[in-house]
């Protein structure tokens, strides 16, 4: 029987290119498998067509290196490289700590370690995170500030910030 499409495995092995070798210390000394620019999704990953669908192609190449990804972990970029898909340069987190490493526009916010009030921001505890439409791959919040605010007395949270200066000096009354 004549087969009119290659495995998915050689597929997907023939659409990778070798990239270069990641400087980051965290990843192994090994390059890059770079997917082609021409078929990635909006957010920059690579995506792969298998039986009918478009599967995300740093996942299926990790899949078929390494073996099923545990249920509800995402695969973090140790090279910070989206459309990557070497197995080696991948390594399974929750999504908490994906968003926490992650290199995007709130990456800055995201390695802040203390709140504008100088809470504990590496404390799991203290951080929420939360997904509102600006932030579609999440931002964090304070746990502990947000718990301060709501204890304030109402009063209080209604009171001016600063007392408007006094005017000292006196008004001119001469004529
Ligand atoms: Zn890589
Ligand atoms: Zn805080």
Request: charged fraction near 25%.
């Amino acid at each position: 029987m004549a087969r009119t499409t290659s495995a998915p495995a050689e597929r997907f092995a023939a659409k990778t290119t070798p990239g270069p070798i990641p400087t980051s210390p965290d990843t192994p000394n090994t390059p890059c498998r770079l997917w082609p620019e021409t078929s990635l999704d909006r957010d920059g990953y690579g995506r792969f067509w298998l039986d009918g669908r478009y599967v995300p192609a740093h996942r299926y190449g990790y899949e078929q290196a390494r073996g099923p990804i545990p249920a509800g972990l995402e695969l973090d970029h140790l090279c910070t490289v989206r459309r990557c898909v070497a197995d080696d340069h991948l390594e399974p987190v929750d999504h908490r700590t994906n968003v926490l490493r992650s290199t995007g526009p709130s990456a800055v916010n995201a390695r802040r370690k203390r709140c504008v009030n100088g809470h504990d921001l590496t404390d799991p505890a203290v951080v929420h995170i939360s997904y509102p439409p600006s932030h579609p791959n999440g931002m964090r919040k304070c746990r502990a500030c947000a718990r301060d605010r709501a204890r304030r007395p109402r009063e209080q949270q209604l009171a001016p910030v600063a007392q408007l200066p006094t005017v000292t000096q006196p008004e001119r009354t001469a004529a």
